[in-house]
């Protein structure tokens, strides 16, 4: 991600997990779950026009839900148990993710994208 962050602009990026983590550690303080961040995860929750539809959605929110820090997820009252979020909602999403592109097939859009994040960067003259 550090890479996508630099390619729009953003400077001083973590380079590693332990960067993000002293910098999460710095400009935790500041960080707060708001009524908008609650608003999102509500409906998020109850999104979808069928049932499947509403189950798929869960399970890609649960999943995005389940790489946020411990004490996020406390404050977005996100109890899940860390054995279901290894075992059951990671593995769950991946698997949805792969059958969806293979269903789709080949997409430009996504190799160009791939292409993108995987360039050596411009040289500055």
């Known amino acids: 991600m550090g890479r996508v962050a630099e390619l729009l602009g953003a400077l001083d990026v973590p380079g590693s997990r332990v960067e993000v983590a002293d910098y999460l550690a710095r400009v935790r303080p500041e960080l707060r779950v708001t009524p908008p961040a609650l608003d999102v995860l509500r409906l998020r929750r109850g999104f979808g026009r069928s049932g499947r539809e509403r189950a798929a959605i869960r399970v890609l929110t649960n999943a995005s839900l389940g790489v946020l ?26 698997t949805g993710g792969r059958i969806m ?25």
């Open 69 to 94: 820090p411990s004490w996020a997820r406390a404050e977005l009252a996100v109890n899940r148990p860390r054995l279901l979020r290894a075992l059951w909602d990671r593995p769950l999403a991946r």
């Open 101 to 125: 592109v293979w269903v789709c097939g080949p997409s430009r859009i996504r190799e160009a994208a791939y292409a993108r994040a995987t360039a050596e960067p411009p040289q500055a003259d």
